[in-house]
């Protein structure tokens, strides 16, 4: 039979009235999750349809064992995102017949013995690639490579190190593009090893390793030398008994260049590694392949080579009874029901990730390539089916837990929420656990199963000393999955629970947006003009729980407040100093040490701080965090994230520059060059602009009106595409614009240089001409703000290139001399082209 297609807009109006009215999580599910194929039809009208499909496959599976569920109790679970929501690659690869894909969110990688060869190296880059290609995020282990200096057996003699080599996997991260959607990678290295340092000056420079994700794994030994002041030994190989090279290094030196790093840049981030592996529960079974190596990008997952994990997340605030009111109360034999059935789930999708798996093995084989360039490909998904199935490993998590603790009327941060927040992590723990010995009974207990090697785990111990019963369970029937729990960032999941994120606390409960304004329509209401003439509405937004806080407590949600009311709104509820700039930093550290005890995985948070503090307090935090028991932890001080520059002058500060390292200059244009596709408007009139970038910088650009008499036909799917010189019969050049559209077919625009205004042509070529030879985007925006020009339309194609440019300036970059129209402060910053107030928050493009 064949489906229904539906348009954009009838899946976008759809949606709208199932998330009663929210734009964003409309647009979220329709781009990122309702069901598609290749050429971007779409075959799901709301997520109705998506959970309907969910219900089904699972179904299908539960029927292979006893007591299945049926299709309608697994679709009152997931429907309107209320108890449990299978994220990411589940949720868009379950029952999708159009892609051959993974289900999986999470992959690790690795090769056994000595693995630090060329070849060793190229087969994990292949390997990485061809898993990001399947829509997983990936990590691995750098720790294998020898150190820079190190004799080698080739024509270069001595090892470049491992820095080289973390800008390639970097390099093949940024290269895998899954619709729209780039690859995730988290490179990590031992602290132990003798370039850890390199490693973690890595990614300071600007533009270097922009594809990855880093985080040093530490030991106690470090900490302990850290903290007492002592030497302590690198070694090459790390594990050895006898290494081949050796250092000894003042650990509190490194130290400090760790914590400046990650207070600089946000990075890198720290793996508390023994007690990762003290932890683990799948380290029980380290000889038989399941020894930790690395994690997956964000942290949430420690895993073994050619091991995955597939992700799912309970909404915890669906479990609150009378949210907002002195009767509201948790739910938790609701509660443990539907983690029993969570975990339960979570099994079943490993049974449809190997049916993937199998999807996968077929296609490979069934390509035209020889046997010698599939091989490998073959031969790593055969190892991931077969370390999938022994294991059985599962990632059960949570989201809400801010807005849980809101409607009991607990403030974030605070002792008696945490309590409380570690009392319902104890309960899923176990409920998980129980319902993993449950479906050993039933469909019996992942392969390798043994009692007696996790004797001495300490979270299993925990498991034994709050529930004996299940202790002794387990030991008689075995457990179904390997590892069961993990917390991850829950990003566009929260957006569709309309919660809050993972184990975050609130944003912000209310925040002033903008929203430009259509020309077209009459009935719009204008709040301020920008310098380009774009026109836009201001409207306040409530956090959703927010407004049922509102509702709960009496308060009108259609009366226009003005800033003293909401601030006095906000004053009055349980959001009041819990936002994410509010919590005690230290008090949330030892939440998620606390939490840790019952996950038996890892869990992804970042301590969000201001601009404003000082290294000493990530230096506390950071030690907090290995003291109170986390495995990692991630800090990320407003504002840092981007735009960290290295001035190539070492006389000169590093805090000096404030501009954009100048690139290579290439004399000649190669003949090829990407290209980005810019829309904007001015003043009413739609503009176009194609980019050439080399190395991912501007280096030329062709703008002027998008729908003149020539007609630029581009459509409005293509963001980018290449632009080619080439040369007439009279040796002219030429410069043609070259995409491929919807069904993989190359079409080409010939002569964009004869499309625009001549005249634009000619300033075109002298905006280009200082691209190409080195000067920074904010002085090439400055030259071309301060031309001169009596043409109107040419100071309209001025604004237009301004506007192109700007999306190119590093994120972070001051706007010196403008002034936030919000605010009034001088506290605006460039993210993504946009201007960012580091004050007020507020926003506007262009």
Not at 560 to 574: A, C, F, G, R, T
Request: glycine residues 6%.
């Amino acid at each position: 039979m064949e489906r229904k297609i539906y348009t954009f807009d009838e899946a976008f109006k759809a949606s709208l009235e199932y998330f009663t009215g929210d734009e964003l999580a409309a647009k979220v599910w329709v781009n990122k999750y309702a069901l598609k194929d290749a050429f971007g039809n779409i075959y799901e009208q709301s997520p109705v349809d998506m959970h309907w499909r969910l219900a089904r496959e699972i179904a299908r599976i539960e029927n292979k064992y006893p007591n299945p569920l049926s299709e309608q109790e697994l679709f009152d679970l997931f429907d309107h995102f209320r108890y449990i929501i299978p994220q990411g690659s589940p949720m868009t690869g379950i029952g999708n017949d159009y892609q051959v894909a993974s289900l999986s969110n999470c992959f690790v990688i690795g090769l056994d013995g000595p693995a630090d060869s060329y070849g060793a190296i190229i087969r994990i880059d292949e390997e990485q690639v061809q898993l990001m290609k399947r829509r997983g995020g990936v990590g691995h282990d750098l720790s294998h490579i020898r150190p820079k200096g190190s004799p080698v057996k080739n024509s270069a003699l001595t090892s470049t190190g491992l820095v080289p080599f973390m800008e390639r996997y970097s390099n093949s991260t940024r290269e895998v593009a899954q619709d729209g959607r780039r690859g995730a990678l988290m490179l990590s290295v031992s602290i132990k090893h003798p370039d850890s340092e390199s490693f973690i000056d890595a990614k300071m420079v600007e533009g270097k390793v922009t594809g990855a994700n880093v985080s040093v794994k530490i030991d106690d030994e470090f900490m302990d030398a850290v903290i007492n002041n002592k030497i302590y030994r690198q070694q090459y190989p790390i594990h050895a008994e006898h290494p081949d090279y050796v250092k000894d290094i003042d650990a509190s030196a490194l130290w400090k260049k760790i914590i400046h790093n990650a207070w600089k840049s946000a990075e890198p981030g720290v793996l508390f590694w023994d007690t990762i592996l003290r932890e683990s529960v799948a380290d029980s079974y380290a000889d038989l392949g399941f020894r930790t190596v690395s994690t997956n990008p964000c942290g949430e997952i420690p895993l073994c080579p050619y091991d995955s994990c597939r992700l799912l997340a309970i909404n915890l605030y669906s479990y609150v009874v009378n949210p907002f009111t002195k009767d509201a109360y948790f739910d938790f034999d609701l509660f443990k029901k539907h983690v029993g059935l969570a975990q339960r789930i979570m099994d079943d999708i490993i049974d449809l990730e190997s049916e993937k798996i199998e999807l996968i093995l077929k296609k490979i084989e069934s390509d035209p390539e020889s046997m010698e360039i599939k091989q490998p490909e073959h031969y790593l998904w055969e190892k991931i089916q077969r370390k999938t199935l022994m294991g059985r490993r599962t990632g059960v998590g949570i989201t809400a837990e801010g807005d849980m603790l809101a409607a009991l009327n607990l403030r974030y941060g605070t002792e008696e929420a945490t309590d409380f927040a570690e009392k319902v992590q104890k309960t899923l723990a176990l409920a998980a656990y129980r319902s993993s010995v449950n479906m050993a009974k039933e469909r019996g207990a992942f392969e390798i199963y043994d009692a007696k090697r996790e004797e001495n785990n300490p979270f299993i111990n925990r498991l034994k000393e709050a529930d004996p019963s299940l202790y002794e369970d387990m030991v008689k029937y075995g457990r179904r999955n390997i590892a069961c729990l993990t917390i991850a960032p829950t990003g566009t999941t929260s957006l569709m629970t309309q919660t809050t994120s993972g184990i975050e606390p609130v944003f912000l409960p209310v925040y002033k947006r903008r929203r430009k304004v259509n020309p077209n329509d009459a009935d719009s209401r204008v709040d301020f003009v920008d310098e380009t003439g774009d026109a836009f509405e201001e409207y306040i937004v409530f956090h959703h729980k927010f407004v049922t806080w509102m509702q709960a407590n009496g308060y009108s949600v259609t009366k226009k407040y003005s800033q003293e009311e909401v601030d006095s709104l906000v004053e009055k509820s349980p959001y009041f100093k819990a936002t994410s700039n509010d919590v005690d930093w230290l008090q949330k550290v030892r939440m998620q040490g606390r939490i840790q005890k019952w996950v038996d995985h890892s869990i992804s948070v970042t301590i969000n701080l201001p601009n404003n503090v000082t290294e000493e307090l990530v230096d506390q935090l950071y030690v907090e965090a290995w003291k109170s028991g986390c495995k990692g932890c991630t800090v990320y001080r407003d504002g840092s994230r981007s735009g960290v520059l290295i001035a190539t002058d070492k006389k000169k500060k590093k805090d000096d520059c404030n501009c954009m390292q100048p690139p290579v200059i290439v004399s000649t244009r190669p003949r090829e060059l990407e290209a980005d596709v810019v829309r904007f408007q001015n003043k009413k009139e739609k503009w176009i602009a194609f980019v050439g970038l080399l190395n991912g910088r501007p280096y030329e650009i062709f703008t002027g009106l998008a729908d003149d008499e020539e007609g630029i036909m581009v459509p409005k799917n293509i963001v980018k595409g290449s632009i080619i010189k080439s040369y007439d019969e009279d040796g002219k050049k030429h410069y043609d614009f070259q995409f491929k559209n919807k069904r993989g077919y190359k079409m080409t625009i010939e002569g964009l240089d004869g499309k625009f205004d001549p005249e634009y042509w000619n300033y075109a070529k002298l905006i280009s001409g200082v691209l190409r030879y080195g000067m920074p985007i904010d002085q090439v925006i400055k030259l071309v703000q301060g031309m001169d020009l009596n043409n109107e339309s040419i100071n309209t194609w001025k604004n237009g290139v301004e506007r192109a440019l700007k999306k190119y300036l590093p994120n972070g970059t001051e706007a010196k001399g403008q002034k936030c129209p919000n605010c009034g402060q001088e506290t605006l910053v460039y993210q993504e082209g946009c201007l960012i107030c580091t004050n007020c928050g507020a926003s506007r493009c262009g």
